[in-house]
């Protein structure tokens, strides 16, 4: 009885690989991987494939092309034959051995993908494999046809500075008011930074002498100082900030002025 010319083999189990994405590169090593071996073929025969590394990558558009190294052991009654070899799968082509299967790119939404051989190497054949042939044809090679579910990791969320345009004074009075900022500062993040205006005889311009000056913020954002002229020396310092949000990191702004 001669063997099909093609058959199309389903897993009679979970195949499983673990590996890790760097960008749109894919490692599957082979201590990552479960390949349950196939019973019950053509004229009762089996097959059990030995794990090794895969590699490939995918693009922005789901593309999908790996390169497999197998070590198959194909066993029929009493003869065994292993192969050997690599192969290119993809999943945009057919798979023109076995039937026409056709690849589908990976969609990020359900993780499906399918992956084709395109290269048809013959691989390195070992044991009775002439033997074999009558539970499986070998003469055309081996066509390779895979579907599955491929999970990637998160891409990791893309933070960019968070920024706003300050208009503050050019100085501030010894003594009288001094409009340190005409409204609220708003950052390209829709988010209102917060003022704080401390000042001091000290260059560092901490504290809050009300003898030296006082500050008022008006529900608009108006920030304005008065100084009350009893500093010989006085240095105000005024800060703006706001915490990280979603997709940008924290604000911060630093305005100091030495008043003479």
Sequence with gaps: MAAPSYTYITSQGAVAWKGTATGGAL??????????ALTNLFLGASRTTTPKDVTGTVDSNGKVDLTLSYDTLI????????????????????EKL???AVGKDWDPATGQFAVVSTSYTAPAATGS????????DLSKGMGWYLTGTLTLPSAPPVIQEQTATVKVAKKVKRNGKTVLLRKAVVTNSDQKATPTVTWSTKKKAKGRNLKLA????????????????????LYVKLSLKAPATTGYEAYSYTKKWAVR
């Excluded at 913020?217 to 020396?233: D, E, H, I, Q």
């Design 214 to 233: 006082a500050v008022k913020t008006s529900k608009t954002g108006k920030v304005t100082l008065r100084t009350t002229g009893k500093a010989t020396k």
């Design 75 to 94: 066993k029929a009654g009493a003869n065994q034959c292993t192969l050997t070899g690599t192969v290119a799968l993809s999943s945009q082509g057919t």
């Design 98 to 100: 076995g039937g026409q």
């Design 129 to 136: 494999c002439l033997l074999v042939n009558a539970a499986c």
């Design 27 to 36: 490692s599957f090593p082979a201590s990552g991987q479960t390949w349950p």
